[in-house]
């Protein structure tokens, strides 16, 4: 079975310090890479997802592995990070895992994360969650588009593409991602970015990043987690998108008396890793020490 590859996996050991029997939460299991490295090392994990398909191939992934005795895999969502690890015993750790990049499988999965593959335009990781992507797209006003996605996209052409939107599910509401990608596509100037990424991809970013709430989320989930480590626990963070790696600096300034940062800059993928790993061009980990 072929598994996600884990984004800054060598960087992730080395700077969260794995101690014999320490404990670890991995708030965003995915495929399970990083931890499986950390049981591994003879740490133990607290494993964290809020999409339950990903969760149990994870699990089984460790198990077969050998290492379930010292991991725990728990449905749910990280900005509950302070409950769960509570409930689970997990409330003194060693270290804590933010990967905040979406995995392989999670994209290739039928929910409309992404326009691979034509499928229901929904986006929900979290299937209790009850605004879709189509939702947004078929119901928001052309400014709100174009507001989302300057906001969550970086999308320079947001005014555009929200226009084109807007004049399109006139005729016809938006059911699917290949309807969507393929009128950004035709909406977009010639030679997008440098045709360095689907027009779309942008666009997508920012509707999934609304319909899971990934944003608040993480504000929301970075100060309770703090609080859950020990002193010299450390907690890692890698980002994808300037909006996020934000709200990370953002955290670091507000919790200097209890964190100190590592390092004054990002860790970012050696040349080798990104030829290795395309998905890895865009992502930043950050790094800090409870005091």
């Known amino acids: ?32 890479g990083h931890t499986l490295e950390i049981l591994r090392n003879g740490g133990k994990v607290l494993g964290i997802d809020y999409n339950e398909s990903s969760l149990l191939r994870a699990s089984k992934r460790i198990a077969n592995e050998g290492f379930s005795r010292n991991f725990l ?23 804590i895992l933010y990967d905040l990049g979406y995995s392989s499988t999670q994209l290739e999965e039928s929910m409309g994360v992404s326009f691979i593959k034509d499928q229901p335009l929904d986006m929900r990781l979290d299937k209790t969650l009850g605004v879709t992507a189509a939702d947004l797209v ?17 999308e320079k052409y947001s005014k555009r593409f929200a226009k084109a939107i807007v004049d399109a599910r006139n005729l016809k509401k938006f059911q699917t991602t290949k309807q969507l990608a393929n009128l950004i596509a035709s909406e977009a100037p010639p030679g997008y970015d440098h045709n360095r990424i689907h027009p779309a991809t942008r666009v997508f970013q920012a509707l999934r990043i609304a319909v899971n709430d990934e944003i608040e989320n993480l504000k929301i989930s970075l100060p ?14 890698i980002t994808f998108h300037s909006l996020e790696d934000k709200v990370v600096k953002d ?32 992502a930043k980990m950050r790094v800090f020490e409870k005091i």
């Open 1 to 32: 079975m072929n598994y996600h590859k884990p984004v800054l996996l060598n960087e992730t050991l080395r700077n969260i310090n794995v101690v014999q029997e320490g404990k670890y939460i991995d708030c965003t299991l995915g495929d399970g």
């Open 73 to 95: 895999g728990i449905l749910g969502n990280f900005r509950d990070i302070n409950i769960l690890a509570v409930k689970n015993g997990f409330n003194n750790t060693n270290g």
């Open 224 to 237: 309770l987690a703090a609080q859950l480590l020990l002193p010299g626990g450390r907690m890692l963070v």
């Open 138 to 154: 078929n119901s928001l006003t052309e400014r709100e588009l174009a507001r989302l996605f300057i906001e969550y996209g970086d």
């Open 251 to 282: 955290f670091g300034r507000d919790v200097r008396s209890l964190m100190k940062a590592v390092y004054k800059k990002p860790i970012i993928p050696s040349n080798e890793e990104v030829e290795e790993n395309n998905r890895a061009r865009s």
